[in-house]
């Protein structure tokens, strides 16, 4: 007897791979001329940025860049407070055994230490470690039997599950940016410490388009010409649109963002403002939530089924 089935077709992305690694960088930096010697290290910090990620067959290259702040007691006759700030450029071949090239890779990198030794006066030692965790996905068309179209006397037993189906995904890149007032007694001399983070995430689809929205926040520590210490933080939104056809609001938007680059500029003096510009990539995949019969087993007391 010839069944006949009824077919229907799901888009589903799927994770292929997960994988946790940790790399530690180092770099040695010289004092620039304008400073005093380094006499002893108060504290370091910085921030990630991931300029590009290439995806091959087993493998992805990662490059990107630590912006690192170092604070530190000059060796001179009033023991002042200053400052160092180094870019240390990576790049890191991870193995992905499973991966290829036709998929979707997601990084997200956390700065566990950043180490800093004196070598000497002039001369400073940087060690960076970084956790990166990665996760590989595959968008694959799926062809599944939903139904027997002529049953007679089969005995069919069907289980409905929920799934989310791809509909689509886009990236774009987005710049925060604004110039930040300070105290106008403030004379700034240089920047000590940034930190910045992204906040109220959140997204609305409207008319084939993914509106994300995000705050992201910054505080500055600097110091002026007369040596003291002063602080700023401040607040810059992230707006972006990322075209997908076919979504609608009752879609499941997976969101994330990558900060790529960050610059921090002070202005001249009779200005008394820094200039802070984020650059960030936000991904996005879209889902629409599905219910599909799966048939689990069948029977009939007929007929010699396989």
Not at 25 to 32: A, F, G, L, R, T
Not at 222 to 246: A, C
Request: contains cysteine.
């Amino acid at each position: 007897m010839a069944v006949n089935l009824s077919k229907n077709n799901l888009c589903i992305n799927q994770i292929i791979e997960q994988k946790n690694e940790k790399i530690t960088i180092e770099s040695d930096e010289i004092v620039p001329d304008i400073k005093p010697d380094v006499l002893s290290i108060i504290s370091s910090s910085g921030n990630i940025c991931l300029h590009k990620k290439e995806v091959q067959d087993g493998k992805v290259r990662i490059e990107g860049t630590v912006n690192a702040y170092v604070v530190y007691i000059a060796d001179d006759e009033n023991s002042s407070m200053r400052a160092i700030n180094a870019n240390i450029d990576f790049s890191k071949n991870i193995e992905m055994k499973d991966l290829k090239s036709s998929m979707q890779l997601e990084c997200t990198t956390d700065l566990t230490e950043l180490e800093c030794k004196i070598i000497n006066g002039r001369k400073i030692s940087l060690k960076a470690n970084i956790q990166m965790n990665l996760t590989a996905y595959s968008n694959e068309n799926v062809e599944y039997v939903d139904n027997i179209e002529n049953k007679k006397d089969m005995q069919l037993l069907n289980e409905k599950i929920n799934i989310n189906s791809l509909i689509g995904n886009g990236s774009t890149k987005v710049y925060a940016k604004d110039t930040v007032s300070i105290d106008n007694v403030d004379n700034l001399s240089e920047i000590m410490k940034v930190e910045i983070r992204l906040e109220n995430k959140e997204n609305k689809v409207s008319y084939n388009k993914i509106l994300t929205k995000a705050d992201s926040v910054f505080k500055i520590m600097y110091l002026t010409e007369d040596n003291r210490i002063g602080r700023i933080t401040g607040k810059i939104p992230v707006v972006g649109f990322i075209d997908i056809q076919n979504i609608s609001e009752d879609n499941i938007c997976d969101v994330n963002y990558e900060i790529k680059n960050i610059i921090i500029k002070p202005n001249s003096q009779d200005e008394h403002s820094i200039y802070v510009e984020i650059e960030i990539e936000v991904t996005c995949c879209a889902y629409e939530e599905k219910q599909i019969n799966l048939i689990q087993d069948m029977y009939s007391p007929t007929q010699n089924l396989t």
